[in-house]
């Protein structure tokens, strides 16, 4: 479970992971203050100022779920990213551009694939499970276990692609 966490961390822009993190420190930093310090200063605590108190506890919950929402979010695919991988199905193009794409969607951190250089663990070892094509686009589009889902996230010749290669890498 934690490497999972730790892979989808990865996947994150070094500003969304400031943002989460300053926020999540700040809420923390609020539980710490008013769990130890506060109680520790005032034994009444909060006393007469309980509502206040559960307003800005909730305050904070707020806040730190709507930076997971914006700052756990992907970056939008680009226009010329997805006109890149542009390809058609067992062409050595398509080949070429799904391991462009298995190697930058975040594949490698989680599946072994020889062709790829790759030897995650969190996954099934693609050299030994051989999917065919179509398994290998069905489980990217809908995830299952720990694997997320990549439709939304990866465009449909991008998911082709991918699955053109890694049927192709392992068997041939």
């Not at 006109?83 to 975040?106: H, N, R």
């Not at 030897?119 to 809908?142: C, F, M, R």
């Amino acid at each position: 479970m934690l490497s999972t966490i730790s892979f989808v961390v990865a996947g994150l822009s070094t500003g969304h992971k400031i943002g989460l993190a300053s926020v999540g420190a700040a809420f923390i930093l609020f539980a710490l203050v008013s769990s130890f310090v506060l109680p520790r200063r005032n034994p009444d605590f909060p006393g007469k100022w309980l509502g206040l108190y559960v307003a800005i506890a909730v305050c904070f919950f707020i806040a730190m779920l709507t930076a997971v929402l914006v700052f756990g979010r992907e970056a939008k695919e680009t226009a010329a990213t997805t006109s890149s991988t542009s390809t058609t199905s067992g062409s050595t193009s398509a080949v070429a551009a799904g391991k462009q794409v298995f190697l930058t969607a975040g594949c490698t951190g989680c599946h072994t694939l020889k062709a790829a250089g790759s030897t995650g663990t969190v996954g099934p070892n693609l050299d030994q499970l051989k999917p065919s094509e179509a398994a290998v686009q069905q489980q990217v589009i809908h995830g299952g276990g720990p694997m997320p889902a990549f439709a939304g996230k990866l465009s449909t010749t991008q998911i082709k692609d991918v699955a053109v290669f890694v049927s192709t890498a392992t068997h041939s």
